[in-house]
C-alpha cells in the first residue's frame, strides 16, 4: 500500500518537474551544437566548375545551383570555360591544380583527355567531382547519369516502337555524341545488351554527330534518303538531336519516324516533345544532379579528410517523357531551380 501512496505522490511530482523544465527550455531555446562548427566548415573555401562549355542547359543549371550554395554558405565559387576546347579545359586544369583549390568539379569532354590530370589533382590534396561525363580515373564522386542503364531504356523503346508490324520497317539509326566521350561509349553499350536480343531489329547507320547539331541533321538526311523506310532513331543528346529531329521534318517523317533522345530535362526539352520534334526525351534531371553535386561538394568541405578515400557513385534517377507528360513542372527553367 506504502509503495502505490509513493508512486502515487512522487512520479507526478518528478514529471511536473521535467515538464517545467522542458517548457523553460522550449521558451529559452537552445543552441545546436553542430551549427558553428558546420558553417565554419565553408569559411575561405573554394570550388572550381570545368565544363565542357558553358551556354547550353546542363552547365548552366549545374552552374546555377552549384554558386547559389556557394552564396548561402560563403565559399568561393568560380568558373573556368574552356568553350568546347579540349586543349583549353586541360590548360585550365593544369592550372588550377597549381592554385590548389579545395574542390574541382570537372565535366569530361572524354574518357582519356584529363585522366592523368585528374590523378595529379588528388595527389595534390584536391578533391575532384566529377559530372555526368566519367573520365577513366575514378574519384571521390561522380554524379550523372547511368549511360548504360539510359542506353538499355533508349533501345527498348525502340524496340516497342519498331517491332515487325509495328511501324513502316524494323529499320533503326544511331546517331552517337563524340565516340570517345562516356556517355556514348557506355550508352553504346546499353544499347547494344538489348538490340544484341532482338536480331528483328536491324541497325541500318550507326554514326557520330560530336554533340553538333548540323552533324546530325546531315547524317539524319543521309540516312532518310537512304532507308526512306526508317523506323526509329536513338540519339545520345537532345541539344544534338535538335538537328536529328528537323532532317525528320524536313523529310516529311514527323510521326513516322521515332526520335528517342535524352537530356537534362530543361523547358526546350519539353517543347520538342509537344511539336513534335522528339518522340521520348530520357531526363536526366538537372535539378536533380545540382542537388547531389552541392551535397557532394558541402561533404567534402565539412569534412575533407574523412571522404578523401570515399568513391561515391550517385546515379541519377532517369525518367522517360513523352508527349502526354509534358505538364506544368515536367520540365525545369532557370526560375524553378530556386522555387
Not at 552549384?66 to 552564396?71: E, G, P, R, S
Not at 543528346?237 to 533522345?261: H, M, N, P, S, Y
Amino acid at each position: 500500500m506504502r509503495s502505490r501512496v509513493w508512486f502515487g505522490r512522487v512520479l507526478p511530482a518528478l514529471f511536473g518537474i521535467t515538464l517545467l523544465a522542458f517548457g523553460v527550455a522550449r521558451a529559452d531555446g537552445i543552441d545546436d551544437p553542430l551549427r558553428a562548427p558546420t558553417l565554419n566548415a565553408f569559411k575561405g573555401k573554394t570550388v572550381a566548375f570545368l565544363p565542357l562549355s558553358m551556354g547550353f542547359d546542363l552547365t548552366e543549371g549545374w552552374g546555377a545551383m552549384m554558386k547559389h550554395q556557394a552564396d548561402e554558405l560563403g565559399y568561393k565559387f568560380e568558373i573556368r570555360d574552356p568553350n568546347w576546347n579540349t586543349d583549353a579545359g586541360a590548360q585550365a586544369l593544369t592550372q588550377l591544380i597549381s592554385e590548389k583549390p579545395d574542390i574541382i568539379v570537372v565535366h569530361n569532354p572524354d574518357v582519356q583527355s584529363y585522366a592523368r590530370l585528374l590523378k595529379k589533382a588528388e595527389a595534390a590534396g584536391i578533391a575532384i567531382i566529377q559530372v555526368n561525363m566519367k573520365s577513366a580515373t575514378p574519384t571521390q564522386y561522380y554524379v550523372g547519369a547511368d549511360w548504360i542503364g539510359l542506353g538499355e531504356r533508349a533501345a527498348n523503346e525502340v524496340v516497342k516502337a519498331c517491332a515487325p508490324g509495328k511501324g513502316p520497317s524494323t529499320k533503326i539509326a544511331i546517331v552517337q555524341g563524340a565516340l570517345t566521350a562516356a556517355a556514348s561509349i557506355y550508352q553504346i553499350k546499353g544499347v547494344d545488351n538489348v538490340l544484341s536480343k532482338h536480331p528483328e531489329i536491324k541497325v541500318v547507320s550507326n554514326q557520330a554527330a560530336d554533340w553538333d547539331a548540323s552533324k546530325a541533321r546531315a547524317v539524319t538526311q543521309t540516312v532518310l534518303q537512304q532507308n526512306p523506310d526508317l523506323c526509329g532513331i536513338i540519339g545520345f543528346w537532345d541539344g544534338q538531336d535538335t538537328g536529328t529531329g528537323a532532317a525528320i521534318r524536313e523529310a516529311g517523317k514527323t510521326g513516322k519516324v521515332f526520335l528517342i533522345t535524352s537530356g537534362g530535362g530543361a523547358k526546350s526539352a519539353c517543347e520538342n516533345l509537344e511539336n513534335g520534334t522528339f518522340s521520348a526525351d530520357t531526363s536526366y534531371d538537372v535539378p536533380g544532379q545540382g542537388r547531389d553535386i552541392n551535397s557532394a561538394i558541402r561533404a567534402i568541405l565539412e569534412d575533407k579528410a574523412a571522404t578523401k578515400d570515399l568513391r561515391v557513385v550517385l546515379y541519377t534517377p532517369l525518367r522517360v517523357l513523352t508527349k502526354a507528360d509534358v505538364k506544368p513542372g515536367a520540365c525545369w527553367t532557370p526560375q524553378s531551380l530556386f522555387e
